[in-house]
């Protein structure tokens, strides 16, 4: 009976490498022995030869090689995918697994209480050994964490396994040809960018009626992966805007306390008392169709506000901090919201396809409060946008700029904020300096800045 060679592993040459000879013979001997006895009782001697470990190791060329299954390592991972409307019992039934295994399951370990939020999507992942008893399970809540159950004395003991994606940074850098949404879309920035983009410089640019041909914007921001795989876009880092000629930095700034703010280099908070523009301009992709967006104010006559035009259904946001203390609807206005902000001011917004608050509310600013519609005397969706001070309508567009000054940062507060974006300031010179010798319209790359 000669065993046809087979070609040593290289873990197990090394092994072998390092086994001092007189172990190797020593091996080999209780080999031969086991060999011999394999031959008489065939049962038995298999039994040993799987649980008996120096086996492995003189498993050489020269030596005969009985017919021995690989040894089992791990017992493979048995996956299911939560399906809507399971629980527990639902997915053990399809693992194999009886009522029983649950309740063991859940009364021993601490953090059962996850396993009974389930989320259709999530996966669980079963090993079962072959008499058919779970040894472990894994609850894969997402990419990120996972909770580990695992078969002890006592039952199951269990651990959180959190993964932290990589963080890179990434830039995008455009000149403004058509509107800042197809710029900023044909660099590939994604929805959610291009709104928190809007969201840092909502204070101090219009961007339904202030953007022009010729703005540009750099944007420096995160991106977070896992296993080389793009997972999802973190926060805008620092960004800069020029509109009309006039530049706007932004930095994003952590407080001691953890509250995020962007502010200007000279640590001036970019969020005023009032947005620029109440809707949601993402939602408007022909910023520069100005016969579409056609901006009225004139005091003497009955029509006293702004109109927006926007498709229905077009996010309202509540222009600053307030209370909202009129919501409803008439003949002429349609569905209508009126929202004081302090004592002084007082903005409105009418025509609503939907109102989106109640009187009394408390709103934040940039809050959804209403949709875009054309309730009410209006010829077309838009919105009409009122502002008031003391009683008093005022063009919004003109009186902005001499509204109390956003705020600064607190004296106390400034070196760590300099510390903070001095990495950025470099980041954003370098973006700027190759986006120039680029002379192209639109730049984007994965930062080796
Ligand atoms: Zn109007």
Known sequence: MQATPRKPKTTLNQLVAEFPRRHLAIASVIIAITFIALMLTPNE??????????IELSLEDKQPEPDIPEPV???????????????????????SLGASDVHELVISSKNSKDLLRLYPGQKMAFQIDDQGELQALQHIHNRLETTL???????FSSTIIQREPEVRHNYSSAIISSSLYTAAQSNGLSQDLIMELANVFGGVIDFVYDVRAGDNFTLLYEEHYLDEEKLNNGPILAAQFTNRGETYTAYRYVH?????????????????????????????????????????????????GIDY????????????????????????????????????????YLHLHKRGVRKGQKVKQQQ????????????????????LVN???????????????????????????????????????AIKSHSQLAKTEQNTGSSTL
């Open 391 to 429: 009683g008093v309508h005022r063009n919004p567009r003109t009186i902005l700029k001499k509204l109390p000054k956003a705020k600064s940062l607190d004296e106390s507060e400034k070196e760590l904020f300099l510390t903070q974006i001095s990495g950025l300031q470099v980041q954003l010179a």
């Open 73 to 95: 390592l791990e017992i493979p991972w048995h996956e299911e995918t939560i399906q809507n409307g399971d629980n527990l019992s639902k997915i053990f039934q399809r693992a």
């Open 309 to 348: 035009a926007a498709a229905t259904g077009t996010p309202v946001f509540a222009a600053g901090d307030g209370r909202v203390i009129q919501a409803g609807y008439t003949k002429a206005n349609g569905n209508y919201i009126v929202i004081n902000h302090g004592t002084q001011y007082q903005t409105k």
């Open 149 to 155: 159950y695992e078969r002890n004395a006592s039952g």
């Open 256 to 304: 001691p306390d953890g509250s995020v703010g962007y502010f200007n280099e000279k640590g001036v908070s970019m969020k005023k008392a009032f947005l620029r523009s109440p809707v949601d301009f993402t939602r408007i992709s022909s910023s520069f169709n100005l016969k579409r967006l056609h901006p009225i104010f004139k005091t003497n006559r009955p029509h006293r």
């Open 45 to 54: 001697s298999a039994q040993a030869l799987r649980t008996s470990q120096p």
């Open 368 to 387: 959804i409060i209403g949709w875009v519609g054309s309730t009410g005397y209006a010829t077309g969706p838009h919105l009409h946008y009122e502002f």
